[in-house]
Every structure is written in C-alpha cells, then in structure tokens.
C-alpha cells in the first residue's frame, strides 16, 4: 500500500495537546520524505512539518516551537506531536509522502484520508 494512514485527530481545547500518528510501508517510511500538511474550510493547504530523506525537518512558522516530529523506526510510523494548539490549528490533517524532497509539503504525490483536528477556544 502507497497511501500512508493516520490517525490520532480529535477535538481539545485551546492550550491542549494532540499526537496524529501516521503509519506507513517500510520501503516509504525508511525511502521517502514524508510530512503533514493540513487544510481548513475554505482556505488553501498548508504544509506544517516535514522530514526529508535526509534527515532534515521543517517546521512552517505557524507551528515552531508548538509541533514536533518524531519517529518509530520499529514500526515505521511518523508521529506529529502538537502542543499549546490555538483554534487556527482545526483543520483536516493529512500525512503526505514523496520520494523527491525538494517540492513542498502540500504538494506531496501520496497522501492518505486525513484525520480532524479540532480546538476550540
């Protein structure tokens, strides 16, 4: 299976702390460059974090100092790790992978369902 999986999304109050989860095939977890990006209603998508595979991460500047990627080796899942979420943070979070780490986030070739993530104020 190409399409990553997440999972993890779910409604907080402001402040609070969420983990999306993103569980992929060996070849794309340990091969490609993999990220989250997200979208809202109405408005267009946003990368959010990203590791390349090379090892390097980016954070948009909305999140830094907020969220952090982190990984299971063993099980070849990529967490998003968010905390003191704000209500500008809801929106539908998708896990993208590619094997070029040199286009952006949102423009991923593989991507899965997505999971929501809600906080209010």
């Known amino acids: 299976q190409i399409q990553p999986r997440e999972s993890g999304g779910g409604s907080v109050q402001a402040g609070g702390s969420l983990r999306l989860s993103c569980a992929a095939s060996?070849?794309?977890?340990?091969?490609?460059?993999m990220g989250w990006f997200r979208q809202a209603p109405g408005k267009e998508r946003e990368g959010v974090a990203r590791?390349?595979?090379?090892?390097?991460?980016i954070y948009a500047d909305s999140v830094k100092g907020r969220f952090t990627i982190a990984r299971d080796n063993a099980n070849n899942t990529l967490y998003l790790q968010m905390t003191s979420l704000k209500p500008e943070d809801t929106a539908m979070y998708y896990c993208?992978?590619?094997?070029?780490?040199?286009?952006?986030?949102?423009?991923?070739?593989?991507w899965g369902q997505g999971t929501q993530v809600t906080v209010s104020s």
């Open positions: 993208a992978a590619d094997p070029r780490n040199d286009i952006p986030t949102r423009s991923m070739q593989y």
């Open positions: 590791r390349d595979n090379d090892g390097s991460t």
């Open positions: 060996r070849a794309i977890y340990s091969t490609f460059s």
